[in-house]
């Protein structure tokens, strides 16, 4: 029966991915990927963030994250604590104990004191009768303490969302006096003086073409966002805007890169990745 860390390094390979792709596409550390395909999953985390982790990569990797974590529960990770008793439970006790006086059943006895000679046996059952029902009367105290405390805040609140509503009028009627009507023309104005140099910069495009078949991925290398992630048949291509990118395939030596009718190789084999720009050409 195959391990945890078997199954995952081999949906990763049988995907085409590499472990910096994988960690790029889960958001989790290589390293943690890492170990988690050799089995080691003492990554200096809690559990909690462990099994998180395999979920993602699970997911990642088309795997069924509920086997994963019940494989790695089985290994001794990931046990439920036992809940502690609830104190409000025992104040409930507390309280239903004193009312019953000393007419009730089941009650603790108390506990025996140092000195026999100072134990009064008549007086006990009044004793604890003071001692239960006095923090029912601190209980009652606190709350209406506590209820007026909150009506105090309710107030201030009311006032302050009052004042923030005035500010926000008047704030719009000083907007509405000073902008006047003219306003609404100035972005159209900017925008037809940008429309013409977007439309001159992305005349040119750039063709990536498969002499066999791989797969590729392309990321823009201004903000990272992804063009194009799939597999490509011999001789398909494909269009992109002519702008800085980054190509990752799973064979570079088969990419060839087309630009004004002249075509360029890589220059690398195997799979990696590789950067390049023909925007200022």
């Keep these: 029966m195959q391990t945890i860390g078997e199954r995952l390094e081999e949906a990763r390979k049988k995907k085409g991915t590499s472990i910096r792709e994988a960690a790029e596409a889960t958001k989790v550390r290589g390293e943690y990927l890492?170990?988690?395909?050799?089995?080691?999953?003492?990554?200096?985390?809690?559990?909690?963030?462990?099994?998180?982790?395999?979920r993602s990569y699970s997911v990642f990797l088309k795997l069924s994250p509920d086997r994963i974590l019940a494989d790695f529960a089985a290994l001794g990770h990931g046990t439920a604590r036992p809940r502690q008793p609830s104190r409000e439970v025992y104040g409930r006790m507390d309280l239903s104990i004193g009312s019953t006086g000393e007419g009730a059943?089941?009650?603790?006895?108390?506990?025996?004191?140092?000195d026999p000679s100072a134990a009064v046996p008549a007086q006990q059952p009044a004793q604890g009768m003071e001692r239960q029902m006095l923090p029912l009367r601190r209980n009652s105290g606190g709350m209406q303490l506590q209820a007026g405390i909150n009506q105090a805040l309710i107030f201030k609140?009311?006032?302050?969302?009052g004042c923030v509503l005035v500010l926000l009028l008047i704030l719009w009627a000083v907007k509405s006096i000073m902008g006047g009507g003219s306003a609404p023309s100035e972005p159209v104005r900017a925008a037809a003086v940008t429309s013409a140099p977007v439309q001159q910069e992305h005349d040119a495009t750039v063709t990536i073409s498969a002499?066999?078949?791989?797969?590729i991925k392309v990321v823009r290398q201004s903000d990272g966002a992804e063009l194009y992630q799939g597999p490509l048949a011999r001789g398909e291509q494909r269009d992109f805007e002519n702008v800085p990118l980054y190509l990752t395939s799973t064979a570079l030596e088969s990419v060839v890169i087309e630009y004004k009718g002249k075509r360029y190789g890589t220059g690398h084999k195997g799979h990696d990745r590789v950067a390049?720009?023909?925007s200022n050409r």
């Design 211 to 215: 002499l066999d078949a791989i797969r």
């Design 276 to 278: 390049f720009d023909f």
């Design 157 to 161: 609140s009311l006032i302050a969302l």
């Design 34 to 54: 890492q170990k988690f395909e050799s089995n080691q999953f003492d990554i200096g985390l809690s559990d909690l963030y462990v099994r998180g982790f395999l």
């Design 105 to 114: 059943e089941g009650a603790a006895p108390e506990p025996a004191a140092a």
